[in-house]
């Protein structure tokens, strides 16, 4: 079992929490879970790695769960759009600008870690699963559909399916590339491709529907 270390400073993508004291124990919780799991962290742990009292962490966050929620709204806060990209852009440049997003924020090291503690902890603690799916997929899929009706009504795609072309977007930015890095047998996709991927999933996201 890896013994938890302390990350030496918050990722530039990362937001700045208001209060420090949240962003230590967040930290402390990523390190902690990343070492040894979800079930295998501990509160107390946590709180030692962190520099503060268990019961201070206790006292903001009721258990793990609740802490893990805390943790995947850090990650994900400023990092997925929560809205639609803007409406004066050309329909199928929105996508493109919203699987750049999705995409770069697949690929960030931190966000594969996130990925591999809720599949270890999935079998035992359901819940989690379905709350980063929810945290992480959600959003993307209501601004895909959104943009994929302005594509059926621009005729751009012969589908009025908004929901399989939302489902399918994600389908294709969770490619060969995510799924090695997922196993470790690959690196994560450089930022500076990201881009070029994203460009072109969405090409064949339109060339599948008609476009």
């Not at 070492?35 to 962290?41: I, Y």
Request: with cysteine; charged share 25%; hydrophobic share 50%.
């Amino acid at each position: 079992m890896k013994r938890a270390q302390v990350t030496p400073e918050r990722p530039g993508w990362l937001a700045k929490l208001p209060d420090p004291w949240d962003e230590k124990v967040l930290s402390a919780a990523f390190d902690a879970f990343a070492a040894k799991g979800f079930d295998g962290a501990s509160m107390a742990e946590i709180a030692t790695l962190a520099g503060v009292s268990k019961r201070t962490v206790y006292e903001r966050y009721k258990d793990k769960a609740h802490l893990f929620r805390a943790l995947l709204a850090w990650g994900c806060r400023g990092n997925l759009p929560l809205e639609p990209p803007s409406t004066d852009l050309d329909a199928e440049e929105a996508l493109v600008r919203q699987a750049e997003a999705v995409l770069a924020a697949m690929m960030r090291p931190e966000s594969i870690d996130l990925a591999r503690i809720v599949i270890a902890a999935t079998p035992r603690f359901p819940e989690l699963g379905a709350l980063f799916d929810d945290m992480t997929r959600t959003a993307s899929l209501r601004i895909v559909k959104a943009l994929a009706r302005r594509l059926a009504r621009d005729g751009r795609i012969a589908t009025a399916n908004a929901d399989q072309v939302a489902a399918d977007f994600i389908g294709l930015l969770r490619g060969d590339a995510y799924y090695r890095a997922l196993l470790g047998v690959a690196p994560v996709l450089p930022q500076p491709k990201v881009k070029v991927e994203a460009r072109r999933a969405v090409k064949t996201l339109l060339a599948a529907y008609g476009g």
